[in-house]
């Protein structure tokens, strides 16, 4: 209760600011998970790794917009590519230079993605790729996971359900003999499996390498469409965690970062299932999409991933998120504190426990623990989800890790008993 007194003592134009907007949108706001009470606040300014919010405060942004603010708020290369875009002239209504290239970048580095298609969201790229595996197999059950997110309407991490009219199986991540039981039971209706090798927005819990092995058995034994979804996990390796858990899907689903701030999704797989959409063949499968090929996106997206955020980059990043967890977890041992860094690479969950957590149903919920971690870094500079979770931006530094790091430590040691 103090920690939020201060905090809104500390925002009054950001709390202005939310009282308007809650009278024209639902909550004040319209993306749903960008929400904390007692309200978010309001940024008006991004450079590089910081966000500047509206009461003056800057932080260092280690949200990384979950994952899709890769390269930070103004990298040099993204701009200059975004500002050619404009002095080129917008949206032309034909294909456009950049998507070849994009497209020809996507394919080399991912090398289970032969064909690629481009659209404006991770959600979309899931549900044009759940598409097609049912149009393929003329099947109708998707199988997806607990704690799972594929998207606003591909949600299955407990609240409410909007989710799109597909029939489910939900089984419980890293379980591999209930999935493999329920994909036998349902093999002659099951068009697809779909998988975050990393839940993200569900807590940063890595699939074990067995688990992930077991579904690609069992979906070439029965002829199920394998859709990895990679939309937050390509970045933790040069080639994505497919690569590292040296995973072959037929699908993969991408989003976030690729588009480099910018709206952007894509789906890509065997050259078998994607050149389904061939429109030149007849009775090919439709996917139509005014800003599918943008060209802010293309152009912005392909600078990046070609020369921004090389497979050396990728590495490094990595390797500092991984050096951050570690001092992150040896520091909760140190204090003797129920908190644990979960996550791979660049991308990691805090959670109020000192159990492994294996799947969604082993993370303790601790909202009044979140929120406190939440605002007290808030209040010190830092900016990170309110559950708890990170997504280290390309700009930040070493010496924004460090202090983040004695940020963390204060909080922990000024609120030990609380945690
Ligand atoms: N898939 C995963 C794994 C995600 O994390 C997200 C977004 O958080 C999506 C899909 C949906 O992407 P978008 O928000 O671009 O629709």
Do not use: W
């Not at 230079?97 to 298609?117: D, K, N, W």
């Not at 999409?289 to 943008?294: C, D, L, R, V």
Request: proline share 6%; glycine share 10%.
């Amino acid at each position: 209760a103090v920690t939020e007194e201060r905090y809104v003592a500390n925002n009054p134009r950001s709390e202005r600011r939310f009282r308007q907007a809650a009278t024209v949108m639902p909550g004040g706001n319209t993306r749903t998970s960008l929400y904390y009470s007692p309200f978010p606040v309001t940024f008006v300014a991004g450079e590089g790794q910081f966000l500047t919010d509206l009461d003056g405060h800057r932080y260092v942004d280690l949200l990384g917009e979950y994952s899709a603010g890769l390269y930070g708020h103004s990298d040099p290369a993204v701009l200059t590519a975004v500002r050619k875009v404009l002095d080129e002239g917008l949206s032309y209504g034909g294909p456009n230079q950049y998507e070849v290239e994009l497209a020809q970048e996507i394919t080399h580095r991912f090398p289970s993605v032969e064909l690629v298609r481009f659209t404006n969201s991770g959600t979309e790229a899931n549900l044009f790729a759940i598409g097609a595996a049912r149009a393929v197999t003329g099947r109708s059950k998707v199988l997806a996971f607990e704690s799972g997110y594929h998207g606003g309407v591909l949600s299955f991490r407990g609240e409410a359900p909007l989710n799109a009219p597909y029939p489910y199986v939900v089984c419980e991540y890293n379980d591999v003999p209930g999935t493999l039981a329920a994909i036998r039971e349902h093999r002659d209706d099951l068009a697809a499996v779909i998988l975050e090798p990393m839940l993200g927005g569900g807590g940063a819990v890595p699939a074990t390498a067995e688990f992930v092995r077991a579904i690609r058995e069992a979906t070439t034994r029965y002829d199920v469409v394998f859709i990895l979804d990679e939309v937050m996990t390509s970045r933790l390796a040069p080639g994505g965690l497919q690569e590292r858990l040296d995973v072959v899907p037929d699908l993969t689903t991408f989003g976030k970062y690729i588009g480099a701030g910018f709206g952007f999704g894509a789906f890509g797989g065997s050259r078998r299932l994607m050149e389904r959409f061939d429109p030149s063949v007849p009775g090919s499968l439709s996917h139509p999409g005014t800003f599918n090929n943008n060209t802010v996106t293309m152009a912005a997206g392909l600078v990046g991933l070609r020369d921004v955020f090389t497979p050396e980059a990728a590495r490094e990043l990595n390797a500092r998120g991984d050096r951050l967890r570690d001092r992150l977890n040896s520091l909760f041992i140190e204090y003797d504190v129920a908190v644990r860094a979960t996550g791979v690479g660049s991308i990691m969950g805090l959670h109020f426990q000192r159990s492994p957590i294996v799947s969604g149903r082993h993370i303790a919920p601790a909202p009044d623990k979140r929120t406190l971690l939440h605002l007290e870094l808030m209040l010190r500079g830092f900016y990170i989800a309110r559950r708890g979770y990170l997504a280290l931006p390309l700009p930040v530094t070493d010496t924004d890790v460090a202090s983040f790091v004695d940020a963390v430590a204060d909080v922990v040691a000024t609120h030990r008993r609380l945690l």
